[in-house]
């Protein structure tokens, strides 16, 4: 594990910001797997997002995605 990955096993127990980014992209891949062949793949080039509070670990975190281009 490299130096830079590490430091979130130091985290607190809470769904941190750059847990819900990751969270966020997992959505999009899985929301436009049905609509990609098996050579296909998608990433994110952008994220705008707000995070107002940490998510404490037992509650419900959801992520609505929505797909606004298409390029390629």
């Given at each position: ?42 990433v994110g080039t952008h994220v705008d997002v707000s995070h107002v509070a940490a ?18």
């Open positions: 594990m490299t130096t830079a990955f590490a430091s979130f096993a130091d985290m607190p127990p809470v769904f941190a910001t750059a847990f819900m980014v990751g969270f966020i992209e997992w959505a999009c891949v899985e929301a436009l797997r049905p609509f990609l062949s098996s050579h296909e793949r998608t998510t404490p670990v037992g509650m419900t975190v959801t992520a609505d995605v929505e797909l606004v281009a298409v390029q390629g």
